[in-house]
């Protein structure tokens, strides 16, 4: 089993026994997942309700020809028991709701831990994502890749949050997607590891450091921005989350 000791005695711990939660299985939890699998993590949750096409296989390694048109949590799953490792699935479209009750189920089943991976496309789930976890106190992992290029922030209770840096996603009708732009398979692998050694960081109560990193994956070059806490975020102020106002005019803009 994995031991991640370089923190000095007393604050290592062993990453199986930690719950990590896995929003997506596509481009960015393929790697993720198997960066989790090969670091010795036992308890792993994945979430996804996508099936597996052709056409993403160059960067959702996970998965090969003969999988398309199943269901990615039943492919990842047949993929982890190859390895003699078993992933607890969910296929379901994870909202802000959804995200509640996953948390609430995993910490009454003697999980106390758990460490959030956000792997997927959707922009304003990331947004809830970083909400529920400021508000409940739980580490989460925020990932996004397009193009060549990643970023990464890091959400830790006390610490500033997605929202303290970005007040609310983009208007989706000018936010370019992977669809529209495509994504670098290299990039989403060198994004997703990144993610899970994040991960793997928080879950061993190792020092990670509240940044906003970014890879440009045409140069090499990794940018680490230092945040701070904004003192007008609704999410690090604890205002009910249905009040927020990015909450609110992310709803309106999705709805429009
Ligand atoms: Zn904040």
Redesign the pocket.
Known sequence: MTRVDDAGPGRARDPASCRFVVLGAGGLGSPAILGLLAAGASRITIVDDDRVAASNLQRQVLYNIADRGRAKTDAALQFARMRGAHLDRRGVRMTRAGLHDLLDELRTTADSRSVVLECSDDASLKFDV?DVC?ARGVDAVIGGVLGWRGQITV?QPGG??????FEQPPPPEITPTCGSVGVIGAAAGFTGYWMTLLALRVASKQPVGPAFRTIDSRTGRCTELALQ??PQ?????GAPESDQPGFLATRRAIQS
Not at 160 to 165: A, H, S, T, V
Not at 233 to 237: F, M
């Open positions: 970083n400021v959400v500033p949050c997605l929202r303290c840096l806490r904004r975020c609704p999410a690090c102020r």
